[in-house]
């Protein structure tokens, strides 16, 4: 009788437990027609199609070596920027703040520009940190990098890869680059080779494929 007590308490607590729902908190970024005109604009000239939704096949993790958790949303938050490659902003579908709190800026499929090359394809998650380009990472971002890109994977079976965004030459094995400018191209250091390893480490045997750092 113990026994069945005890089994149904636990099932109680699987039911009602919050974690799932707690992985992130919404804090959208402005969405209007005017954005998915943007999109389309970039998405035909860099990629050769209109792409306001994405499929996910990779995972890029960045840092923003600028600013805050807020300030940085507030950097994305705006739809439009001035940049000869595309007026669309750069922004990314989520961002980790130095103490582990994950915001989503938009829903998990929609386009965001955050890495040359493989947008159409990519969600991207920004971590506050890389201040003057050192690794300081935390431990807490860390984890919840990795609780949010095991929901993503569970999420979107169709992810296969993760990588940093300084890995983008390497990734190109992957086969998912695309770009249709010539010589449109930034060098990256974010988020280091210590926190690509990290990931790794825990991440690797739930299938997903890593480069070395
Ligand atoms: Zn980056």
């Known amino acids: 009788m113990k026994k069945i007590f005890l089994t149904i308490c636990a099932a109680i607590l699987m039911m009602t437990s919050p974690a799932r ?41 960045h840092w923003t070596a600028f600013g805050t958790l807020e300030s940085v949303w507030k950097y994305f938050y705006a739809e439009e920027m001035p ?10 579908q989520f961002i980790v703040d130095r103490d582990g709190t994950i915001w989503r800026l938009m829903p998990e499929t929609k386009f965001a520009r955050h890495i040359i090359g493989y947008n159409h394809c990519a969600i991207g998650i920004e971590n506050v940190g890389g201040y003057n380009g050192r690794e300081d990472l935390t431990e807490e971002q860390l984890a919840a990098n990795v609780r949010l890109i095991k929901y993503l994977h569970e999420k979107y079976p169709t992810i296969k890869y993760v ?28 988020p280091g080779p210590k926190f690509m390893r990290g990931l790794r ?12 750092e």
Do not use: M
């Not at 992985?23 to 050769?48: C, S």
């Not at 480490?201 to 070395?212: A, M, N, P, R, V």
């Open 163 to 190: 990588f940093g965004h300084y890995q983008q030459g390497k990734a190109r094995a992957s086969g998912l680059f695309i770009e249709n400018v010539p010589d449109y191209y930034a060098i990256k250091t974010d």
């Open 83 to 92: 940049d000869d490659e595309g007026r669309l902003n750069v922004a990314s």
């Open 21 to 61: 729902a707690e992985i992130f908190i919404d804090n959208f970024i402005l969405w209007t027609a005017h954005r998915d005109e943007l999109i389309d604009e970039y998405t035909l000239k860099h990629y050769g199609k209109i792409c306001r939704e994405i499929v996910p096949q990779a995972v890029v993790v």
């Open 201 to 212: 480490e825990q991440l690797e045997k739930d299938g997903l494929t890593f480069y070395d």
